[in-house]
């Protein structure tokens, strides 16, 4: 008679992998949960000093975007203390929504249309003079491949916990980003770039492009060339 029992780790598929190897375990002794994730470590997501910070900024964008937009000081109050390192002449439209915003710089003159996503769990940089359309999405998260390692636990006081980690976002100046964009983490987009709506941008974009695509690809280089339109358009 065969025994049907199969260990946990082994598939009955010819084509499947074979996991071995047991889930992953963040090393000890460790600095605090906030300065391994800053530094792209695996990091544990529900440590209370961040569970704070996101309440802290999920409460901000929440009063930011019942805010009514006539009340001009109310709004810049409210993103002076969700994002305090931004820059001049900031103009948010909301809804917005941030994971940390303490993590987010935001250059001079920068535009964010609705629905602007940062889930700034790794250091986000943004330029000055950056326009940014609806639906724009910046994301550092990360997650194992392995749904070992991936997966939510249970500690022995039932609460739950996961590991994740970050990847910083650099974006340079004067760029503009249609709608729907999706930029990931670990990308630099260098100065000037244009990245066409629907974008989802995987790789990092040299400076004076403009990609578009999913995965974003670079279709042209931006020139003295693409100007003309205008000028003939002004002395007409």
């Known amino acids: ?44 997501a529900s440590d209370p000093e961040l569970d704070e910070l996101r309440r802290k900024a999920g409460d901000l964008c929440t009063r930011f975007n019942a ?13 002076d203390e969700l994002l305090p390192g931004h ?20 250059g001079d003159r920068v535009f964010a249309n609705f629905n602007f996503t940062v889930l700034d769990c790794a250091p986000v940089t943004i330029g000055d003079d950056v326009l940014f359309g609806p639906n724009v999405s910046l994301l550092p998260p990360m997650h194992p491949l392995r749904w070992q390692d991936r997966n939510v636990r ?7 916990y996961d590991y994740e980690y970050g990847e910083p976002i650099r974006i340079g100046s004067n760029c503009w980003f249609g709608g729907n964009v999706t930029v990931l983490g670990g990308v630099t987009i260098g100065d000037g770039c244009v990245i066409g709506a629907g974008a989802v941008v995987t790789k990092d974009i040299p400076a004076n492009s403009v990609a578009v695509g999913n995965p974003a690809r670079v279709i042209k280089t931006i020139t003295d060339k693409d100007a003309s339109v205008y000028q003939d358009y002004c002395r007409a």
Do not use: Q, W
């Not at 065969?2 to 260990?7: E, G, K, L, R």
């Not at 780790?9 to 906030?34: G, H, K």
């Not at 805010?67 to 993103?79: C, F, G, N, Q």
């Open 154 to 160: 249970t500690r022995e006081d039932g609460s739950a």
């Open 87 to 106: 820059g001049a002449n900031l103009d948010v439209m909301g809804p917005v929504f941030f994971d940390y915003g303490c993590h987010t710089r935001i």
């Open 1 to 44: 008679m065969t025994d049907a029992t199969t260990d946990d780790n082994v598939s009955n598929d010819s084509d499947s992998p074979v996991f071995a190897v047991p889930p992953v375990e963040l090393p000890t002794p460790r600095r605090s949960e906030r300065e391994e994730m800053l530094d792209g470590k695996l990091y544990d």
């Open 67 to 79: 805010t009514s937009r006539h009340d001009d000081a109310t709004r810049a109050a409210i993103l």
